[in-house]
């Protein structure tokens, strides 16, 4: 099995997108990618908006030689909603239980000129390898009103589970990680950089220290948590070291987001140190 993370806020936009090739499947899961209208009340700034431009690019690319699309559900970077899915077997978060208002609208829209889909939540399927997805689970902690997302477990000679939006803070999420056992974990990490989400910084790091104890899985902990600019202090909490996607690809980590203000600052001509180059 072969996986090549395509988007994430450690590559500079919202995402969470990823390509997994097995030997006679082609794999594409939330294939979107966006960015925050608004951060420290500044619209996003030129670098990102052409950073969006190239991430958009690339999943469209990869979309176009994909069989098999995964959305785990309906918030704008997960999917491009104008794309073309045409020919694409889509296995999709249920788009009428299990969700709120914003995203049941959303989703009504996908799918109006939609053939082929089937609804995942809580399905098994079987072909050279073993594909299998959670039931709807909270997007964040339990009772949050963001909605509901689905996990996918993906086993072909190693288990592969892609988190999605679960943010790790709910227990139902944990335990369905904890009983696959998985050998990867490719997961949002919490929304620390949210003020009034002050107790994620201390759930998360229980949930996740507690997913590693028990499983040993090697774990890619991106999103949310790279808004925040203290995300490398997060990491030293956990009793692994996770990496992001830009780590597992090799590269620089250019969390824009989170470093909004400076990017607008460099733009109107002050000279301003980031800790990555852009």
Known sequence: MKIIPLASESLG???LAVYIKTEENNILIDPGAALGPKRYSLPPAKVEIERLKHARKKILEFLA????????HYHYDHYIPGANYDGKHLFLKDPIKNINKSQKSRASKFLKDKREYEYADGKIITKDFRMEFSPALPHGEKGTKLGFVIMTLIDHKKRMIHASDTQLLNKESVKWIIEKMPDLIITSG?????GYMKDSWKTGTKNINQIIRETDAKIILDHHIIRDKRYPRFFEGLEKE???????????????????RELHKIENGERIRLPFNI
């Open 65 to 72: 030689i994909t069989d098999t699309i995964i959305i785990s």
């Open 13 to 15: 936009v919202r995402s």
């Open 242 to 260: 996770p990496l992001t996607f830009a780590g597992y690809l090799g590269v620089d980590e250019t969390p824009l987001e989170a470093y909004r």
């Open 190 to 194: 919490p929304p620390t950089y949210i």
